[in-house]
């Protein structure tokens, strides 16, 4: 439980519970060595998990007593599930974990069609406090503009996705002119993280998933949602935040998910004075779907410029799992 100089009174603490309704009469004082023959009621130190050491005087108390009352200044765990792993990568609870993710069949065409070398793919995902493997957690797919990184992104997304009970998931592969960041290239990379995740993580694959983005990653998800379809995932939603084309339409022609692609519900985000894709724009997109047979779009207006909603992003979440969106 504890180790004693036999010359001083400072005792190392190991580890021990903390017991509530424990009480003693603690004291701060400088830390000083002192034979326990000079004073009862001498100073000592406990050494606290995580180095931090404590200063106190005895006053009639028995040891035990006083290191169940010192364990009250000791750093107390964060709340949540353990840490998992993901292949090698350890992956923390309420925070963003990067990792490596080796490039899968589709990537290495994709590289070798370009003249490029893909080592591997980055990869990013946060998962919820509380997360684990054994019930379905739904996953949020980020996606960005050409030439920027969707990984760098996920955090923007976390703070709305935590309290809905989502994971984040994005994936980036090595850096590219904006003219070969292509929708085929951008999936490739994709693609090879989520076979990542799925092989180290069997249980994920039939879990239900969304797409989103803002700008020019809101009409790449678009076709990122598409081409998920295709291969079998369970896609229930797309965000699109300040958007001013349609590319679903076009990612149904890419890669032909079906026409249960078209029935999934797809939620417009744009502001009230965003330049570039404000209301008028916003309407052209959900006109152009319409014509292309989507069913289920919802077209929402915030207060501001062009920026993603955090308010937007909550209700698009709530929806995608809501009995009505089905």
Same mark, same amino acid.
Request: proline share 9%; net charge positive; charged share 15%.
């Given at each position: 439980?504890?180790?004693? @100089?036999?010359?001083?009174?400072?005792?190392?603490?190991?580890?021990?519970?903390?017991?509530? &309704?424990?009480?003693?009469?603690?004291?701060?004082?400088?830390?000083?060595?002192?034979?326990?023959?000079?004073?009862?009621?001498?100073?000592?130190?406990?050494?606290?998990? &995580?180095?931090?050491?404590?200063?106190?005087?005895?006053?009639?108390?028995?040891?035990?007593?006083?290191?169940?009352?010192?364990?009250?200044?000791?750093?107390?765990?964060?709340?949540?599930?353990?840490?998992?792993?993901?292949?090698?990568?350890?992956?923390?609870?309420?925070?963003?974990?990067?990792?490596?993710?080796?490039?899968?069949?589709?990537?290495?065409?994709?590289?070798?069609?370009?003249?490029?070398?893909?080592?591997?793919?980055? !990869?990013?995902?946060? /998962?919820?406090?509380?997360?684990?493997?054994?019930?379905? +957690?739904? /996953?949020?797919?980020?996606?960005?503009?050409? !030439?920027?990184?969707?990984?760098?992104?996920?955090?923007?997304?976390?703070? /709305?996705?935590?309290?809905?009970? +989502?994971?984040?998931?994005?994936?980036?592969?090595?850096?590219?002119?904006?003219?070969?960041?292509?929708?085929? +290239?951008? +999936?490739?990379?994709?693609?090879?993280?989520?076979? @990542?995740?799925?092989?180290?993580?069997?249980?994920?694959?039939?879990?239900?998933?969304?797409?989103?983005?803002?700008? &020019?990653?809101?009409?790449?998800?678009?076709?990122?949602?598409?081409?998920?379809?295709?291969?079998?995932?369970?896609?229930? &939603?797309?965000?699109?935040?300040?958007?001013?084309?349609?590319?679903?339409?076009?990612?149904?022609?890419?890669?032909?998910?079906?026409?249960?692609?078209?029935?999934?519900?797809?939620?417009?985000?744009?502001?009230?004075?965003?330049?570039?894709? !404000?209301?008028?724009?916003?309407?052209?997109?959900?006109?152009?779907?319409?014509?292309?047979?989507?069913?289920?779009?919802?077209?929402?207006?915030?207060?501001?410029?062009?920026?993603?909603?955090?308010?937007?992003?909550?209700?698009?979440?709530?929806?995608?799992?809501?009995?009505?969106?089905?």
């Amino acid at each position: 439980m504890s180790a004693q @100089h036999p010359m001083s009174n400072e005792i190392t603490l190991q580890a021990s519970p903390f017991r509530p &309704g424990t009480k003693a009469e603690v004291r701060s004082l400088k830390s000083e060595r002192i034979p326990k023959s000079e004073n009862r009621s001498a100073p000592g130190s406990i050494l606290c998990s &995580g180095g931090s050491r404590q200063s106190f005087r005895i006053s009639g108390l028995s040891p035990a007593f006083l290191i169940l009352a010192l364990l009250l200044f000791s750093p107390r765990p964060s709340p949540g599930a353990p840490a998992l792993w993901l292949g090698t990568n350890q992956v923390p609870a309420g925070t963003v974990a990067y990792f490596s993710a080796p490039p899968n069949a589709r990537a290495r065409m994709e590289a070798a069609r370009l003249s490029h070398r893909v080592d591997f793919i980055k !990869g990013a995902i946060a /998962i919820p406090p509380r997360f684990h493997l054994r019930t379905p +957690w739904p /996953i949020l797919i980020v996606s960005v503009p050409s !030439g920027g990184s969707s990984t760098k992104a996920v955090q923007g997304y976390t703070n /709305i996705a935590f309290r809905q009970g +989502w994971v984040v998931l994005a994936g980036d592969g090595p850096s590219v002119t904006v003219e070969e960041d292509t929708v085929q +290239w951008g +999936w490739a990379m994709l693609s090879s993280v989520l076979d @990542h995740v799925t092989r180290s993580w069997p249980p994920t694959k039939p879990w239900p998933v969304a797409c989103a983005g803002f700008s &020019g990653g809101a009409k790449r998800s678009g076709t990122v949602a598409a081409a998920m379809m295709k291969e079998g995932y369970h896609v229930i &939603g797309i965000f699109m935040g300040g958007c001013n084309e349609d590319r679903a339409s076009l990612g149904w022609q890419l890669y032909q998910p079906g026409e249960r692609f078209k029935q999934m519900p797809i939620f417009l985000s744009n502001g009230a004075s965003d330049p570039i894709a !404000g209301p008028q724009p916003a309407a052209a997109v959900a006109n152009s779907m319409r014509q292309n047979g989507f069913t289920k779009l919802r077209v929402e207006t915030y207060g501001g410029g062009h920026r993603l909603n955090d308010e937007h992003l909550r209700l698009a979440l709530e929806w995608f799992q809501s009995p009505a969106s089905r």
